[in-house]
């Protein structure tokens, strides 16, 4: 009896031991071993330059874990030679969870001064030991963001809040200068519009003229160029990273949000011709559209009339 006992007890503490070395559920280990160092060539090659590769996160949203090579290559941090794994510093393919590991935080290396808890939180000293510069002083952008109404409503735990990557994309990183940057000034509209669709989408010609005569521009300060496209015109530090100043234009000295009693300013103003809880834009809209399309059908009836006349009094003579 104590033997059959004691095979039994023998056997459960194998079966715990076997189990102990199993993968967590949710975790997919690849279909062989990979070794370290883990380089961006094995990250990419045995998984994330799949096309269509994916995964179900935490919240049951599919995620595109698909990574473009060339396009990381060409990115800053490619230039740079930033590895996978100099950001997302607890990776092991070996041990792959669905659900993502830590979120990385930019500022462990954009920021003047780290906050604490960043991840990874020796973000800087990988950089130094492999001798990657660390980044200049103008893209320390952590401090500034951190006072935007975009971080705080990240901070806050907002779903619909941007992070960095939400901009920037989190593996194609270019200058604002760079025209195939999404932060480039021409590729504003479609970044900034994944959020504010509404701000942003395309009008009718009549809610162009709208725009146009309720913007005033054109007619006042001819070196402000306004354009419902050019996010950054008018939401300069707001929208970016605190500045002051992005692109140099005059709109936020008068079109910003009073924040002092008295403040004679013009409050933050967004045309939005189609928008119901601005009735003199859609009312201005629909008048401008009927007064284009009318004036069109009117040139057009004369036209045709004269046409008529003319052979008219041709066939006559």
Not at 85 to 103: L, S
Request: charged share 20%; with cysteine.
């Amino acid at each position: 009896m104590k033997r059959c006992a004691a095979v039994l007890v023998g056997l459960a503490c194998a079966l715990g031991a076997a189990h102990a070395t199993e993968p967590a559920p949710g975790f997919t280990p690849p279909g062989r071993t990979i070794a370290k160092p883990y380089t961006n060539d094995k990250c990419l090659n045995n998984c994330h330059a799949l096309p269509g590769l994916g995964a179900t996160g935490s919240h049951g949203v599919l995620r595109n874990l698909y990574v473009d090579p060339q396009g990381y290559l060409l990115s800053t941090h490619g230039q740079k030679g930033i590895e996978c794994v100099d950001c997302h510093a607890d990776a092991d393919p070996n041990f792959h969870p669905r659900t993502g590991y830590a979120q990385v935080d930019c500022r462990a290396c954009h920021a003047e001064v780290p906050p604490e808890g960043v991840f990874p939180p020796d973000a800087l000293q990988r950089l130094d030991a492999k001798g990657i510069k660390r980044p200049p002083k103008e893209a320390l952008k952590g401090e500034g963001w951190a006072k935007t109404k975009h971080a705080k409503a990240w901070e806050e735990g907002n779903p619909a809040a941007p992070s960095c990557a939400h901009c920037h994309t989190a593996h194609y990183q270019r200058h604002s200068r760079d025209p195939a940057s999404t932060v480039h000034r021409r590729e504003l509209a479609a970044t900034c519009g994944m959020c504010h669709v509404d701000q942003v989408r395309s009008y009718d010609v009549g809610g162009v003229l709208a725009r146009f005569r309720l913007g005033a521009h054109g007619k006042g300060d001819l070196s402000s160029r306004y354009s419902v496209r050019e996010c950054l015109s008018c939401h300069q530090g707001e929208g970016a990273h605190g500045e002051e100043t992005v692109t140099g234009q005059s709109c936020p000295s008068c079109h910003r949000v009073p924040t002092e009693p008295g403040d004679r300013t013009v409050s933050s103003l967004h045309i939005r011709p189609q928008a119901a809880d601005q009735p003199v834009a859609w009312a201005l809209r629909w008048g401008y559209t009927a007064l284009f399309w009318g004036g069109v059908a009117v040139a057009g009836v004369a036209v045709l009339f004269l046409g008529f006349s003319t052979l008219y009094r041709r066939s006559d003579g």
